[in-house]
């Protein structure tokens, strides 16, 4: 996926389809459910699965509301896998039992991230880990797909080193652990107190994803010092929202831009958008379009996007690089011989031929 993504400029690198807005809980910040909507109808789904697969999409994502909801997901999922990309799943968790996560075993997830706010449920949250633990017990001994524990600091979350003692427990069990930064109440971003930004840099040492270690570097530290950052957001192009009515959206913060259905989402849409500045780039915190955004710095110049991701440290005891992007460093970096692999690496991302 990575290497098709690094080769095609204009394709999709993850698009997040919306099967169901209808959300069985109603966390306090949350602006992305309602009580009361229908489950969007399977064909429907799978058609603009159909869509997503022709524009070259590489992981599709199925979010809401709350995804489990739908009556057919295990039918979505594998459509997903037939149509040859990555099927994800951004679930709450509050519907997972063991018999769910065999059936999505036998669907074909590729990967599931579970979202836990706190320690204890509160006004803000009911994803406390009090609830969850049992179901992250069950992934641990049933899931056959990758799970990604999610916590969260910032706007709204009472106790943050919550988020501390979630990733532990998360990686106690296995699973990869990200942390994302959320907005106050009022939709804005504001500037993390000391107690916070410990609790981020520890959670960044904790987890084991190359890519989020680099987020963390290239994005969260200036978030976290309410800095902007500077970085060419490509909604609408490497990355598509799907709302449930099938009309693309540059992300579940921008609806309504551009707007447009999928069914007629085209080449030109693709190029227009990821040419297109947003004026909300600065302060963004929507974690799955900066990753995206990495693909294309990494595309665009290796060298440069590998040292801005790596040479700052997540955590004050300065902890030891992963071991891949050590090989990635010297390779590309520091290897006297490093012009080979860069030759190699352009031939993998398609060399001179630009999209
Ligand atoms: S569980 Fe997720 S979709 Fe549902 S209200 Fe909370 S944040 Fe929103
Ligand atoms: S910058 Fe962030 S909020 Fe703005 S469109 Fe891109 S992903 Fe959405």
């Known amino acids: 996926m990575l290497i098709r993504s690094l080769r095609f400029r204009y394709r999709p690198v993850a698009a997040h389809l919306i099967p169901i807005r209808r959300c069985n809980l109603s966390c306090a910040y949350c602006n992305e459910y309602d009580d009361r909507s229908a489950p969007v109808p399977t064909a429907d789904v799978l058609r603009r699965i159909d869509r997503l697969s022709a524009l070259g999409t590489g992981v599709i994502t199925l979010s809401g509301g709350e995804p489990l909801l739908h009556p057919d ?5 594998r459509y997903i896998r037939q149509r040859g990309a990555i099927a994800t799943l951004i679930t709450n968790g509050y519907l997972l039992t063991r018999e769910r996560i065999e059936r999505l075993n036998r669907a074909g997830l590729d990967h599931l991230q579970i979202s836990i706010d706190n320690v204890l449920p509160d006004a803000t949250s009911k994803k406390s ?69 410990v609790v981020l840099e520890h959670v960044v040492a904790l987890g084991k994803s190359v890519f989020d ?97 790596f040479t700052g440290a997540a955590h004050r005891q300065q902890p030891r690089l992963p071991a891949p992007v050590r090989l990635l460093m010297w390779a590309f970096v520091r290897n006297p011989g490093r012009d080979l692999f860069r030759k190699v690496a352009a031939g993998m991302s398609g060399g001179g031929r630009r999209e």
């Open 73 to 77: 997901l295990d039918v979505i999922v």
């Open 213 to 309: 270690f680099a987020n963390y570097n290239r994005f969260q530290k200036n978030l976290a010092s309410g800095l902007p950052n500077d970085w060419h957001c490509r909604a609408g192009s490497r990355y598509l929202y799907i709302c449930e009515d099938g009309l693309v959206h540059w992300c579940s913060q921008q609806r309504g831009y551009p707007g447009i259905p999928l069914d007629g989402y085209g080449a030109d849409d693709l190029r227009r958008e990821f040419h297109a500045v947003k004026r909300c780039a600065p302060f963004c915190t929507v974690g799955c379009v900066h990753r995206v955004a990495q693909v294309d710095e990494l595309r665009d110049d290796p060298e440069a996007t590998l040292v801005q991701w």
């Open 129 to 197: 880990l009090k609830v969850l633990d049992q179901k992250l017990s069950w992934l641990a001994h049933c899931a056959e797909f990758d799970v990604t524990v999610n916590s969260v600091v910032g706007g709204g979350i009472n106790v943050p080193e919550d988020a501390l003692t979630i990733a532990q427990r998360a990686r106690s069990l296995g699973f990869s652990t990200t942390i994302g930064i959320i907005h106050d109440g009022t939709g804005k971003l504001r500037e993390l107190d000391e107690r916070q930004r």
